[in-house]
C-alpha cells in the first residue's frame, strides 16, 4: 500500500484545530511523496489579436515550459510526464500537450495529456499531476495550461445543405464562452449571479478598476519579473520580444461607468469593462516529490498541500469558487484566516465580488498583482496562471489559495505553502 497520500478520519488527526474538524476529512501527503512546486513560469498574455496572435497555444506552452525548466536547472529528461490544459483544440493540431512536450525538448518517451475544465484547465493539470505523484507513479510532472484564442477557428458542418447557405459558428464562444445547458453567453450567468447576491454595477466598476490599478502597480515594481517566459515573435520586420502582459493598459477610467451592459440591455451590470478580455497565453508548472526534490538538488519554491473541485447548477458557474474554495481549506485543516494571499480569477469582476461577500473575504487579500480583468484570460492557461503568480507573490511560510470557476457550473480550488 502507497503511504503518499490518503484521506485520514478526523478522529484521527494530530494537531488539527478543533475548528477545522468541522469537515469528515483532511487531506495529509506523507514524505517522501510530499508534492512541491520547484518552477512556476507563464508567457506575458497577450491580447486578442495582439502582439501573440501569430503563435499557437502550444507553442506558446513550450515557451512557458522552457522558462520552466531553465529557471529551475531541472534538465528536460528529468520530466516524466506533461499535463496540459487547453480548451479551444479545433485546429490545433494532434495532441496539443505532446506537441508542448517534444517542443520543449523533453524525451521522445516522455507522455502527454491534454486537459480541458473549460477556464480551469490548468488548474486541474496541477492537480493531476499531483495525485500522479502523491501515488507513486511519477516523481516528476510538468503541468500547466495554454490558449490562443485569437486563433480560434470558424466551423462549419461536414455535409452541406441541399438548398440554402452555411452559417458558421465561432469555435471561441461555442466551445469556449456559451454555456450549453442553458443556451446562453456566460456572461448572462454572471448577469445572473449578480443579482442573486447584490452586486452592483458600482460595485463591479470598482473592482475592475482597482484590478487594473493593481497590475499597473504590479508590473511597475517588478512583481511578475521572476515568472515572465520573454516571447519572440518574428514577422517580416524582424524579431520583436513580447515582455509585458498587454491588456493592463489599455484602459481608460472615466470611460468605465459610461459602458454599456453587454449581456442584458436593461438593468445589466456586466460590461467589457468589467469582464475578462479574450487573451492569449500559456504557464507551466514543474511538480515533483520532496524525495526527488532532495535526489536532485532542486529547491522547492512552495508545496501543494490540498486540492477541491465543486459542482452546481450550470447558470451559477461564477459562484462555484464558493463551494470549492472552503473544500479546499477543509481538506487542509485551515481556515480562511490562515490564508496570507488568495488568487480567485477575474472572468468577470462579480465572481470576486461573491466570493467576498460569501466567504467574507478581506478584498485586500486577493488579486494583489491584479487578476483576469486586468491581466486577460486565455480560458485554457488561466487556472495555472493564477497558481504561478500566487506562488510568486506570496512570502516565506504563508498560505495561499487559488480559485476558479468553469463553465457547466464548477469550480476548481488549489492551497499551497511558500517554502
Sequence with gaps: MLASSRLIPFSRCVRVPR????????????????????????????????????????QLGVMALKHALNTSKVAASEIEEVLFGNVIQAGVGQSPARQVALGAGLKESTDATTINKVCASGMKAVMFAAQSI?????????????????????LLQRTPPPYGHYQAKD???????????NNVHMGNCAESAAKKHAISREDQDAHA??????????????????????????????????REDEEYKNI?????????????KENGTVTPANSSPLNDGASALILMSSAKAAELGV????????????????????IAPTIALPLALEK?????????????NEAFSMVVRVAEKVLQL?????????????LGHAIGNSGSRIIVSLVHALRQGQYGAAGICNGGGAASAIVIQKL
Design 19 to 58: 475548528s477545522a474538524c468541522s469537515a469528515r476529512f483532511i487531506m495529509s501527503f506523507s514524505s517522501p511523496n510530499d508534492v512541491v512546486i520547484v518552477a512556476a513560469s507563464r508567457t506575458p498574455v497577450g491580447s486578442f489579436n495582439g502582439a501573440l496572435k501569430s503563435l499557437t497555444a502550444p
Design 134 to 154: 502523491q501515488l507513486g507513479h511519477k516523481s516528476v510532472v510538468a503541468a500547466g495550461g495554454m490558449e490562443s484564442m485569437s486563433n480560434a477557428p470558424f
Design 171 to 181: 469555435s471561441l464562444i461555442n466551445d469556449g464562452l456559451w454555456d450549453v445547458y
Design 209 to 242: 478598476i482597482e484590478s487594473y490599478r493593481r497590475a499597473e502597480r504590479a508590473w511597475k515594481s517588478g512583481a511578475f519579473d521572476a515568472e515572465i517566459a520573454e516571447v519572440t515573435v518574428t514577422s517580416k520586420k524582424g524579431d520583436v520580444v513580447v
Design 252 to 264: 481608460k477610467y472615466d470611460k468605465v461607468p459610461t459602458l454599456k451592459p453587454t449581456f442584458q
Design 299 to 318: 529547491k522547492p519554491l512552495a508545496r501543494i498541500v490540498s486540492y477541491a473541485d465543486a459542482a452546481m447548477a450550470p447558470i451559477d458557474f461564477p
Design 332 to 344: 487542509a485543516g485551515l481556515k480562511a484566516s490562515d490564508i496570507s494571499l488568495f488568487e480567485i
Design 362 to 374: 478581506d478584498p485586500t487579500k486577493i488579486n494583489v498583482n491584479g487578476g483576469a480583468v486586468s
